[in-house]
């Protein structure tokens, strides 16, 4: 099969380790994959978890663009809602005037962090003004071009500086309608299926942005590679997801039951009840981690893989992508 392999790091603290030890291992990793041929590098954004030292991915993105030479290195995603469009706007183009042609926007519309961390970082948002996901998604992609509509009161606003190559742009979503939003506002799709593993749901978010857009959208996997089956499955064997349903009809996922049970605290719920899931990881030696790529790749035209592995131990997750390196003929060298 022809795909190219990307990665996803958020950035995991393993335990008795710390953040600086965690972000440290973030650059060896984005500089491992750039020799080993990988096509992206990817940071994500998650708040006040004591598990994950990536809460500013922008601020990551920036560092190793200077510590690494060809690979793309870009957001996995900013999640948008927190933010001016406008500043995101600036930001990447700083960083792709600095790279350029190595920058990659990805956003979402997920708030990455418990309800306290939201209202700290929207803290100065006026709530009667604050837009919707896609009129933020139009804004930023107007920012970015320097083309808003006349009647948008910003119309005038520039966002600078204009850089060789504007940044790469990916809307990342787990359902049809994100696949038609970003279709419809000229994003690539990322779907994240290592949120929403459902194969039905992704064949038709796959299908929906092809039938819309023209593209081939992205497909982002939890995939772990050991020397040998056994040692793959012990090691996330004892993943758990918890998916918290609030009595307001909010539904969240999260990492532990203690997550969900401080979520509800800070949403002001003691009524909640929580569903314990098994992560979909495609997990085993190199060559059947291959093997289930190649069938997805089949399976839904995808040329692209994003992979995020779902191991905090620095050795581990090191050892799987050199492992899924020398497993995949197409990752090139």
Do not use: C
Request: aromatic share 8%; proline share 6%; net charge neutral.
């Amino acid at each position: 099969m022809t795909y190219r392999l990307s990665l996803l790091d958020k950035s995991p603290i393993p335990e008795g380790a710390h953040a600086a030890a965690a972000l440290r291992h973030t650059v060896a990793q984005a500089q491992r994959a750039e020799a080993l041929g990988y096509h992206r590098y990817w940071l994500a954004e998650h708040h006040a978890s004591p598990l994950l030292a990536g809460s500013a991915p922008e601020v990551l993105v920036a560092y190793l663009l200077a510590r690494t030479s060809r690979i793309r290195i870009g957001s996995g995603g900013v999640m948008l809602q927190h933010y001016s469009a406008y500043k995101v706007a600036e930001v990447f183009k700083v960083l792709a005037a600095l790279a350029p042609g190595r920058v990659d926007l990805g956003v979402g519309k997920a708030p990455g962090g418990l309800p306290l961390s939201t209202r700290a970082l929207q803290a100065y948002h006026d709530a009667a003004r604050k837009p919707g996901f896609e009129e933020q998604l139009m804004e930023l992609a107007g920012f970015l071009r320097n083309q808003l509509l006349a009647a948008h009161p910003l119309a005038e606003a520039v966002a600078t500086p204009v850089p060789p190559l504007a940044p790469s742009r990916f809307l990342l979503g787990g359902s049809v309608q994100s696949a038609q939003l970003a279709a419809r506002h000229g994003w690539q799709f990322v779907y994240a299926g290592h949120f929403n593993g459902d194969p039905v749901n992704i064949e038709q978010s796959l299908r929906a942005y092809a039938d819309a857009s023209g593209r081939k959208g992205l497909l982002a996997v939890y995939a772990f590679a050991a020397d040998t089956e056994e040692a793959a499955q012990a090691q996330v064997g004892a993943l758990r997801s918890y998916r918290l349903h609030l009595p307001d009809g909010r539904s969240v996922k999260l990492a532990t039951l203690e997550a969900a049970a401080e979520f509800a605290r800070q949403a002001g719920h003691t009524d909640y009840r929580t569903e314990e899931r098994l992560p979909q990881v495609i997990a085993g030696t190199p060559e059947q981690v291959r093997a289930e790529l190649d069938a997805l790749s089949r399976r839904h035209g995808v040329d692209e893989f994003v992979i995020d592995t779902p191991v905090p131990g620095f050795a581990e997750r090191r050892a799987s992508i050199e492992l899924l390196a020398g497993a995949t003929q197409t990752v090139e060298a």
